[in-house]
């Protein structure tokens, strides 16, 4: 299954009930969906230990709050997310597109889980519990 990211800031149109009108999705004012579907088991939450399972839950409640305008717009290193090099990554799923752009967002101290986000969901590929997903700088 490939997966593809829409272009930026186009969002689905939607039909209005009884009216010919449409109406463009803004995903940037959309709170944030999880999805753990395409999780690398190598990277999977299920090897973290129990306070970074807890962190996670407590993290994706916090973000779940917020739109992704404030996580964009938030401090990397706290709440905000983080553009990762797709070639700084060890394989990215070939099941993703070559114009996904990678993103972090922490989910235990500084600890990145790592994805991309489409429309208004979050797949998240990688829990890099180790620092060792990619070079930290």
């Known amino acids: 299954m490939k997966l593809h990211k829409p272009p930026p800031n186009k969002g689905k149109k939607l039909s209005l009930s009884g009216s010919s009108e449409t109406v463009k999705v803004d995903y940037s004012r959309e709170k944030p969906i999880f999805c753990l579907r395409y999780v690398d088991p190598s990277y999977c939450i299920t090897l973290c230990n129990k306070d970074d399972k807890a962190a996670f839950a407590e993290r994706?409640?916090?973000?779940?709050t917020m739109t992704w305008n404030q996580i964009i717009n938030a401090d990397r290193r706290g709440f905000g997310r983080e553009k990762i090099a797709r070639d700084s990554l060890p394989n990215p799923p070939s099941s993703v597109s070559e114009d996904v752009t990678f993103i972090a967002l922490r989910f235990s101290g500084m600890k990145p889980?790592?994805?991309?986000?489409?429309?208004?969901?979050?797949?998240?590929l990688w829990f890099d519990r180790d620092y060792n997903l990619y070079e930290h700088g």
């Open 113 to 124: 889980m790592v994805g991309y986000q489409q429309n208004e969901i979050f797949h998240i």
């Open 60 to 64: 994706i409640r916090k973000l779940s």
